[in-house]
């Protein structure tokens, strides 16, 4: 089958497509035809080597993919020869054509949601899942800043947050990802790339500040996101590529607090009711993933520069 392998980590010459053995599933796995992979920024830093997780080389990058199960391993009871699915996480890496799982790591992907679509559930669903309800303890009726809207966590969150009866506002640094948080559920847009926006919105709330601020990039916002809380306010750091001074009176005066997350660390009972979650919202239809570009594997590198600059809007998928 042909993959994508990292050798050595590094720039984007590092991704190579190669033709290596398709894996058979052993005891408890199984193996999962992939038509199409979601492309998550952690596979950038993972691959240049900068990421709190390192890989043993070489590597197939890749945890979000969706497809349909090639074959089972003996023992394998959840999911039979057929079955359409989306992955959270894999054993041998989702950039491929094929790729090997366990069999807890394959999930019933509704038949509505497409392929491409299904490729972008793990990462960006479960982040702004665990983000909502687990960190931030959202209630309907509160007011949530999704401060990046307009990427894989954002689209997810709006849609998520608008669903549960919060009023939604949502950032975006282009008109096209101002447009498409609004279409996917936003009550109010605002651009994060122009000077100001931020008194806009602390003025669209009446002054009284937001509740929870799901934030995308904490090393450029976190200072001036303690501001835009109301009282018991909290920002949940959800992406962060750098350091930031913030004034902690901020904090005390609101009586608000900071929070981050990683989705590594979420446990296997967190896991298992954020899949119930995201499978009960893609088959009634208040989760539908945002597909912005799909590209053929063989474009990868293109892939992994993209996704890094700005002017998102939903995911980016490679079709093997
Ligand atoms: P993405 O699809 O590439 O989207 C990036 C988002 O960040 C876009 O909405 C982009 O908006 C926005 N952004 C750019 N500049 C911004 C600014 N100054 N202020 C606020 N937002 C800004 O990435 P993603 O998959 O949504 O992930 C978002 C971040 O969360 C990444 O850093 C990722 O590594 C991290 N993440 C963390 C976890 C975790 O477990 N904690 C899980 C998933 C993702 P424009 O392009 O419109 O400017």
Known sequence: MKAILVREFGGLEVLKREEVPTPK???GQVLVRIHAAGVNP????MRAG?????????????SDAAGVIEAIGDGVKKVK???RVYTAK?????????ALTLEEQVHSLPEKISFGQGAGVWVPYATAYYGLHHSAEAHSSETVLVH?????????????????????????GTQKGLDLAKREGAHQVFDHSKAGYQEQILKATGGR????????????????????????????IIGNRGEITINPRDLMSRRASARGFTLWAITPAEEAEIHAGLIAGLENGTLRPVVGKELPLAEVARAHKEVLEPGAAGKIVLVP
């Open 25 to 27: 599933p052993a005891t």
């Open 90 to 98: 894999t054993l041998t890496g989702a950039y491929a054509e094929y």
């Open 209 to 236: 500040g937001v509740d929870i601020i799901l934030e995308m990039l904490a090393n450029v916002n976190l200072s001036a996101d303690l501001k835009l809380l109301a009282t018991n306010g909290r920002v949940i």
């Open 42 to 45: 952690y596979d950038t830093y």
């Open 148 to 172: 990046g809207a307009s990427g894989g966590v954002g689209t997810a969150a709006v849609q998520m947050a608008r669903a549960m009866g919060l009023t939604v506002f949502g950032t975006a």
């Open 50 to 62: 900068t990421y709190a997780i390192k890989p043993p080389l070489p590597y197939t990058p890749g």
């Open 81 to 83: 020869v057929g079955d």
